[in-house]
């Protein structure tokens, strides 16, 4: 089960900013490189054999502990963008502060490409992840999204919060079992306030509680997404439809801007940055630098094509990545397949 890993972290980083010392396997970076201090050695890089991403629920039990246990290691970290809360706490102010630009945008899909890839990197830098970046699969429980294993409380993230319970943020209610019952979070869509990580399950067709619905997770529409001809049609389904519909079904921290309180949020997004990179692959020399639409959904972007020299802001968390940079998985920045 297990799969090397091409990318290892760099144990020896000097600066805190340097954020991208890593190197492959089959590429000796050399101290005399290391101690030129690039910040960014992508260009250095050879991706030879990307190791694949992994769905969930293929992983070993321990695969499962070992995964969660990083992300709590990051959750009881410090900040190290803002004066408050935890390095946890500061990918939800990114995304919150920066990450909004690229909803309804041509850079939905590389911004949070490039996102997913700063976490993995802080997950095995800080908290020593050695482990694959899981994905939630969710087109298999498309019939009953609601009793997914992905909320076991022993196997998964665990379910929604107790229904009598009095509300949180986002008319959620506090998790009541799995890793993250009782997990505190600090923001809440754009403001600080400090809350319990709360879902609360409906069903936006039927509104039915404790439900959510399948609609577009069920083979018709993921066959519709999959055949789209161009980026835009693509990004926008993917978007409009299957993304957004969790994000709203699951309510509670995951209905606003600042879902990333909910660790669901990594592996939803892996999964669809899978389906971008499957989608890439049926013509890769085509679709790995197909990129037009709405830059970003900005006042002063909005009305701008976005292309390929694009920047990705992550506000200090990151150094600024080229949308080329993770047009391809095996880039040399990025290394990983699916
Ligand atoms: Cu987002």
């Known amino acids: 089960m297990f799969q090397g890993y091409a990318v290892v972290p760099e144990e020896d980083s000097t600066s805190e900013n340097s954020s991208i010392h890593f190197s492959c396997i089959g590429v000796i970076l050399a101290t005399t490189i290391l101690s030129l201090e690039l910040t960014k050695t992508s260009q250095l890089h050879r991706c030879e054999t990307p190791p694949t991403r992994r769905e969930w629920r293929s992983f070993w039990p321990h695969e499962k502990q070992n995964y969660i246990h990083a992300v709590q290691c990051l959750q009881g970290l410090p900040s190290q963008i803002t004066n408050q809360g935890t390095l946890f706490d500061d990918f939800v102010y990114v995304h919150m502060w920066e990450g909004w630009k690229s909803h309804d945008a041509a850079s939905f899909l590389p911004w949070h490409r490039a996102f997913l890839h700063i976490y993995e990197q802080t997950l095995a830098k800080k908290c020593h992840y050695r482990g694959s970046m899981p994905y939630w699969d969710w087109e298999v429980d498309w019939q009953n999204l609601a009793n997914s294993s992905i909320w076991d409380p022993e196997e998964g993230f665990g379910g929604e919060g107790d229904p009598n319970?009095?509300?949180?943020?986002?008319?959620?209610?506090?998790?009541?079992?799995?890793?993250?019952?009782?997990?505190?979070?600090?923001?809440?869509?754009?403001?600080?306030?400090?809350?319990?990580?709360?879902?609360?399950?409906?069903?936006?067709?039927?509104?039915?509680?404790?439900?959510?619905?399948?609609?577009?997770?069920?083979?018709?529409?993921?066959?519709?997404?999959k055949t789209a001809s161009d980026f835009n049609k693509f990004r926008e389904i993917l978007e409009d439809a299957a993304h957004n519909a969790l994000h709203w079904g699951i309510r509670g921290d995951f209905s606003s801007i600042s879902a990333g309180n909910d660790p669901i949020f990594w592996l939803h997004h892996a999964q669809l940055d899978r389906l971008w990179w499957h989608w890439q692959q049926e013509d890769p020399k085509a679709r790995e630098t197909q990129y037009y639409g709405k830059a970003f959904n900005t006042s002063n972007d909005q009305h701008r094509q976005g292309t390929l020299d694009d920047k990705l802001s992550f506000l200090g968390l990151w150094e600024d990545i080229k949308v080329s940079e993770v047009m391809r998985t095996d880039s040399g920045l990025l290394c990983y397949r699916y």
Do not use: W
């Not at 009541?176 to 019952?181: A, L, N, Q, T, Y």
């Not at 709360?198 to 018709?220: D, N, V, W, Y």
């Open 165 to 225: 319970s009095p509300l949180s943020p986002g008319d959620g209610h506090c998790l009541i079992d799995g890793p993250f019952k009782g997990a505190q979070r600090l923001y809440f869509n754009g403001e600080v306030n400090p809350h319990c990580l709360g879902r609360a399950f409906i069903h936006f067709e039927t509104q039915q509680k404790g439900a959510l619905s399948g609609f577009h997770f069920r083979p018709e529409n993921m066959g519709m997404l």
